[in-house]
C-alpha cells in the first residue's frame, strides 16, 4: 500500500505563484467580465515593438491588466504572439521596459501555469541569466547604503525589490513545469542568489525571502545535481538551520527552511559523525517543533470569521466589470481583506508543514521503482511468460503467498520511548484531528469566498494524508503498540473517519473536493484496519459504504484503496457473513477480468487480498465461505484471463505495474496449487 510522499514539485501543492498579498493587485477577473475586442488588443500589443520607450512601457503594464481580466481574453492575447515580444522586452536597454514586462510576464504564468513550456521553449532562461548579475549589483548597493550614481541607478533600487520577485516567481514557476526545466535552471548558478536572500533575510522584504525560499525549496527538491552546492558551501547549510533555530523569524520562511534541509539532508552534518541515520534523525528531532508550531492555528474561527469579513460587504474578490485597459493604480486594502488574505497564508504554511511532517513520518521508498533490476528482470521475462496454464506441481511451496513479511523482535517500552514517535503520538495527531475536521465553509458555501474554502479543503487533505503515513508508520513498527496501547483513540478514528466521509458527501461540495477527501480518507481507513485487525469496530453501513464507492469511481488509486481496505475488514473471525459479502464482491471483480473491464492494478490487489484472506484453513471463514462458495473453481477460471490482462502490458512503459503482477500472476498459480492440497491434508 503507498505512502503518501509528497511530492512538493507541483503547483497545486503550492501556495499560489503570484504571491501571498492581495497587494500586489494581482488577482485574477471575473469570467463574467466583458471580454476585450482584437480590434482592442492589437494595438496594445504592437506598442511593446514602438520606437517610443513610454509606449513599450505603458503597452506591458495594459498588457498586464488584461492578462488578468479573464481566460478568454488572456486566450486571445496569446494568440496575437504576445510572450515572445515580452520576452524580448527583457532585453530593452530602457529599465522601465524590462521592470514592466518582467511583472507581466510573471503574471502570465502565475494564471496560466501551463505557458511555463513556451516561455522555455522561446529561450527566456537565457534572457533572465544576465539579468542576474544586474539584480545583485542593485541589491548589494542598496543593502550597503552606497551613494547613487544617476538616476537610472536611483530608479533601480527604488524598484528592485519588485524586479527581484518578479524574477525569483518566474524561476521558480519554470521549476515547476518540468524536471527537464530545473537541468538547465542549474546551470544558471542560482542556488547563491536564492540563498543569499534567506541568510540575509534581515536586510530584505519578506515577500523576497519567501519567494528565494520556495524556488529554493523546488529547486532542491529531488535534484541531486545541486547538492554539490550545499557540499561546497556548508554556511549555506549552517545559516538555514540558524533560521530553523531563531523563532523571532518569520513562520513561513523558517518552515521553508525546514523543507530546504529536508530535502538537502544528505549534506546536513547534525554532529561530528557523518553516520547518516544519525544525521537524519537529529535533523528531524530539531525541526519538528518548528513545524509542530506552524499547524497551531484555529481554523474553525478563521472560517467563521471570514464568512463575517464577505458578508460585511468590504471583501472585493474580482476586478470591476469593465473593458478600461489602461492601467490602474492600487487600491487601498480594507482591514476585511488583510484578514481573510491572512488567513490564506497561514493555511498555506500549514500545508507545507503537514507535507513535511508526512515526509518525515515514514521513509518513502517510491524512488526506488525498480528500473536498476529491468536488465535482470528482461532476461527473466521468457519464464515469467511459461507459466504454466494449468495448475503443476512444479510451483515451489515455498514461494511466499503474502505480502505481510517479517520482523525482529522489538522491545515495546523503546518503542514507546522514541521521542520523533512521542512527537507524533502526542503533539501531531491531535493536531491532525483538528485539521481535518470541517468548518463552515470547508465543503458547503464553497462560492462564498472559494479561495479560502480551497485551502481549507487542501489543509484538510494534507492533515490526512499525514494521518495516513502516520498509521503507515504505527504499523511498521514491530510491535504496533500504537494500536493496542491507545486503542480507544484507534477505534474511535475508524468511527471518525467514516463520519468525515459521509459529511462530505453529504455537503455535496465540488467534485475535485469530493475525491480528494474520500480517495485519502479509504487510504487511512486501509492503514488502520491493518492495525486494528480483529478490534475494527465495524459499523453495518461500513461494508455497504465501501463496496458502493468503488462502483461510483473509475479512479485506479481509489479502486486500489477501497479493495485493501477490505481485506482487513473480511480477515475477521466470528464474522462469516461479512467475508461471504466482501468474498463474493472480490471475486465480481476477478471474474470482470473476463471481458477486460478492470484495471490490472486493481486486479494485483484484488489477488493480494484472496492470498491474505483465505491463506489458511484455519480460519472459521475458509471452509463455508472459500471451500463451499467454489473460489478455487472460479479462480482457475479466470487465470487465462488474468494472464492475458498481465502480458498485455507493456513492461516498458508500466515496468513497476507489470512487475507486481507478474508476481501476483505466479502467486495465483502457486496459491491455486496450494488450496487445492491444502484440504487434502
Not at 506598442?47 to 481566460?71: E, F, G, H, M
Not at 488574505?341 to 521513509?363: G, H, R, T
Not at 467475508?579 to 471481458?595: C, H, P, R, V, Y
Not at 471452509?623 to 502480458?647: A, E, M, T, W
Amino acid at each position: 500500500m503507498g505512502k503518501d510522499k509528497q511530492k512538493r514539485k507541483s503547483s497545486e501543492r503550492r501556495i499560489n505563484p503570484i504571491g501571498y498579498r492581495i497587494t500586489d493587485g494581482i488577482k485574477e477577473g471575473n469570467s463574467s467580465a466583458p471580454i476585450t475586442t482584437p480590434e482592442k488588443i492589437l494595438p496594445v500589443i504592437e506598442k511593446l515593438t514602438s520606437d517610443d520607450p513610454t509606449n513599450r512601457i505603458w503597452a506591458a503594464a495594459c498588457i498586464s491588466n488584461l492578462i488578468l481580466s479573464n481566460a478568454a481574453t488572456r486566450k486571445l492575447m496569446l494568440s496575437k504572439g504576445v510572450v515572445p515580444l515580452l520576452i524580448n522586452c527583457l532585453e530593452d536597454s530602457v529599465p522601465e521596459v524590462r521592470e514592466e514586462s518582467l511583472g507581466t510576464l510573471r503574471n502570465l504564468i502565475a494564471v496560466e501555469s501551463t505557458i511555463a513550456k513556451e516561455y522555455y521553449s522561446r529561450h527566456i532562461l537565457d534572457k533572465l541569466t544576465p539579468l542576474l548579475s544586474e539584480i545583485s549589483g542593485t541589491i548589494d548597493r542598496v543593502v550597503q547604503d552606497a551613494p547613487i550614481i544617476d538616476e537610472e541607478d536611483q530608479h533601480k533600487r527604488s524598484s528592485i525589490w519588485d524586479f527581484t520577485e518578479n524574477y525569483i516567481s518566474i524561476v521558480w514557476s519554470i521549476c515547476e513545469a518540468s524536471d527537464d526545466y530545473i537541468k538547465a535552471i542549474n546551470r544558471m548558478n542560482i542556488v547563491t542568489f536564492l540563498t543569499s536572500f534567506l541568510l540575509s533575510s534581515d536586510k530584505c522584504p519578506n515577500r523576497v525571502v519567501i519567494a528565494a525560499g520556495q524556488c529554493l525549496n523546488t529547486l532542491t527538491d529531488d535534484n541531486k545535481d545541486i547538492y554539490i552546492e550545499f557540499h561546497n558551501h556548508p554556511e549555506y547549510v549552517q545559516g538555514l538551520l540558524s533560521i530553523v533555530n531563531d523563532a523571532s523569524k518569520n513562520p513561513l520562511v523558517q518552515v521553508l527552511a525546514c523543507a530546504i534541509l529536508l530535502n538537502i539532508k544528505s549534506t546536513v552534518r547534525m554532529s561530528d559523525s557523518w553516520e547518516s541515520e544519525n544525521n537524519v534523525e537529529m535533523l528531524h528531532k530539531l525541526l519538528i517543533p518548528v513545524l509542530v508550531k506552524a499547524l497551531d492555528f484555529d481554523i474553525q474561527s478563521a472560517a467563521v470569521n471570514t464568512v463575517s469579513a464577505i458578508e460585511s460587504g468590504k471583501v472585493t474578490s474580482t476586478h470591476d466589470e469593465t473593458d478600461d485597459i489602461t492601467p490602474k493604480p492600487k487600491q487601498p486594502l480594507t482591514n476585511e481583506e488583510i484578514y481573510v488574505q491572512e488567513v490564506q497564508d497561514k493555511l498555506s504554511i500549514i500545508q507545507l508543514a503537514l507535507e513535511l511532517l508526512a515526509d518525515i513520518c515514514i521513509e518513502d521508498d517510491s524512488e526506488d521503482d525498480g528500473y536498476q533490476d529491468m536488465d535482470e528482470s528482461m532476461e527473466s521475462e521468457n519464464e515469467a511468460d511459461e507459466l504454466p496454464e494449468d495448475n503443476t506441481d512444479d510451483v515451489l511451496a515455498e514461494d511466499s503467498l503474502t505480502n505481510q513479511g517479517t520482523s525482529a523482535a522489538v522491545d515495546v517500552t523503546l518503542d514507546q520511548s522514541n521521542p520523533i514517535v512521542q512527537s507524533y503520538i502526542h503533539q501531531i495527531f491531535p493536531h491532525l484531528i483538528r485539521l481535518s475536521t470541517a468548518t463552515p465553509i470547508s465543503y458547503r458555501q464553497m462560492k462564498l469566498a472559494p479561495t479560502v474554502s480551497h485551502n481549507l479543503v487542501v489543509t484538510h487533505q494534507r492533515a490526512l494524508e499525514c494521518l495516513n503515513n502516520f498509521l503507515l508508520a504505527m504499523n511498521e513498527v514491530p510491535s504496533k503498540f500504537w494500536f493496542t496501547v491507545h486503542q480507544a483513540d484507534a477505534t474511535k478514528l475508524w468511527e471518525w473517519l467514516f463520519s468525515i466521509a459521509n459529511d462530505v458527501v453529504n455537503s455535496q461540495p465540488e467534485e475535485w473536493a469530493k475525491d480528494s477527501i474520500l480517495e485519502v480518507v479509504v487510504g487511512c481507513l486501509w492503514a488502520l484496519g491493518r492495525g486494528l485487525g480483529q478490534n475494527i469496530p465495524l459499523q453495518p453501513t461500513d461494508i455497504p459504504a465501501l463496496c458502493g464507492t468503488y462502483n461510483l469511481y473509475k479512479s485506479e488509486n481509489m479502486l486500489v484503496k477501497i479493495v485493501g481496505c477490505l481485506g482487513p475488514i473480511a480477515m475477521r473471525q466470528r464474522d462469516i457473513n461479512n467475508n461471504k459479502i466482501i468474498g463474493d464482491f472480490i471475486m465480481g471483480i476477478l471474474k470482470a477480468t473476463k471481458e477486460k473491464k478492470v484495471l490490472l492494478a486493481v486486479v494485483v490487489e484484488a489477488l493480494d487480498f484472496m492470498f491474505d484472506v483465505y491463506s489458511d484453513s484455519a480460519f472459521d471463514y475458509d471452509y463455508p465461505v472459500f471451500v463451499q462458495g467454489g473460489y478455487l473453481n472460479s479462480l482457475k477460471q479466470i487465470l487465462p484471463h488474468v494472464r492475458s490482462l498481465v502480458k498485455g502490458t507493456d513492461r516498458r512503459k508500466n515496468f513497476d505495474l507489470r512487475m507486481r503482477a507478474d508476481e501476483a500472476l505466479e502467486n495465483l498459480v502457486a496459491f491455486i496449487d496450494y488450496k487445492k492440497k491444502e484440504r487434502r491434508h
